[in-house]
């Protein structure tokens, strides 16, 4: 299986006097370039844009490299952070922390250092993929302490720290001989550094800002599709709805001319429906006809043999008027509750009373609703 590489793009040396010329080198294919030197006010040797490893001055951003305590990684490095900031103002540091191979690593920076080497790389056309302490190149020793000269600055590490190798402090802790770092070596470690950052100082206030999943340019594309298949499937509708809107119109008006054809006063739809139902009423036709009204009563009163009929009439105005007799008012009112389950409209007298036979009488009507 192939292991992908580094990324393409550039790591570049910060000085540590301002304004003096960085020391950079391009990554391509995995492979890294010669070492050179740039001048702020020279034109930029790089596309604007392109990604880079920026490795700030080791003296201004010493590395504390200590064991990682037993405890949940974010627990570690936010105990880290308020550690080193303890009896500070938090405006004075900025502290960044992260964790390597068991280990924990504090890195300690001025945010007047940090706005000056964002300013910086901004200025020069780059965008930081990280920022990191110089000495982290240097791989941490067992004992003793590593040495090497990157650009125009020394730098050291021990099992406990990563700093500027100043002369006077290397005697201080008195390891010993130093590990000189070769420059083959020197350049396997540039390579690791910038596919994988032991410790970014771009944390906190300096992290770098998130881009939105929302405003990505694939979701604004996925948004324009979207409103563009709302505003078709919107016009298809309007579209559908035109036509089944003229279908009904038409319809309409063929119904008008068959109506008018018999009855020319007809002049609408309302008009032609009530003439066609008034003439159906007048032929015992349909539901308003004597035929519907008086099936749905006999049909009513075929579960309930105790109610009979004493009379029944069916007027023109569609109304079919009966008086129903039965032994009790219950049966009644079941004849009632069928008709009326039906849809049929019913009347019935507010009170239901025996006559001189005993039977329980009422007088009803039915009509279509």
Request: net charge negative.
């Amino acid at each position: 299986m192939e292991v992908a590489g580094p990324p393409d793009g550039v790591i570049a040396l910060l000085p540590a006097v301002a304004g003096a010329p960085w020391r950079w080198c391009a990554v391509t294919g995995g492979a890294l370039g010669d070492e050179r030197a740039w001048s702020p006010d020279e034109p930029a040797p790089w596309v604007a844009g392109t990604f880079a490893t920026l490795l700030v001055p080791a003296a201004a951003a010493p590395v504390s490299d200590a064991p990682l305590p037993d405890l949940p990684v974010p627990q570690v490095l936010a105990a880290a952070r308020i550690g080193a900031a303890k009896g500070e103002l938090e405006a004075d540091r900025h502290v960044a922390a992260s964790t390597q191979d068991g280990r924990l690593l504090t890195a300690v920076a001025s945010p007047a250092d940090m706005d000056l080497w964002l300013a910086g790389a901004a200025a020069a056309g780059l965008v930081p993929k990280a920022l990191v302490p110089a000495a982290l190149v240097l791989p941490r020793p067992e004992s003793g302490v590593v040495l090497t000269d990157l650009g125009d600055q020394p730098l050291a590490r021990t099992g406990q720290a990563a700093f500027a190798a100043e002369p006077a402090l290397l005697d201080m802790l008195g390891e010993g001989t130093p590990l000189v770092l070769a420059a083959a070596d020197i350049e396997v470690a540039l390579l690791a550094l910038h596919a994988a950052p032991p410790l970014d100082l771009r944390q906190g206030r300096y992290a770098a800002p998130r881009v939105s999943f929302f405003t990505l340019p694939d979701w604004r594309g996925l948004a324009r599709m979207a409103a563009s298949a709302a505003l078709l499937a919107l016009v298809l509708m309007l579209v559908l709805i035109v036509r089944l809107d003229r279908d009904a119109a038409a319809r309409e008006d063929v119904a008008l001319e068959l109506v008018q054809q018999r009855f020319p006063s007809a002049s609408d739809l309302d008009s032609a429906e009530r003439l066609v139902a008034a003439d159906a009423a007048r032929h015992g036709q349909g539901a308003v006809g004597f035929a519907a009204p008086t099936a749905a009563l006999l049909a009513a009163m075929r579960p309930v043999p105790g109610v009979s009929l004493r009379d029944i009439g069916f007027g023109e105005d569609g109304i079919l008027r009966f008086t129903a007799a039965a032994p009790r008012a219950e049966e009644i009112n079941l004849v009632l509750v069928a008709l009326q389950r039906q849809g049929w409209k019913v009347t019935v007298p507010p009170a239901l009373a025996p006559d001189p036979t005993g039977a329980t009488v009422a007088a009803m009507t039915v009509r279509a609703p």
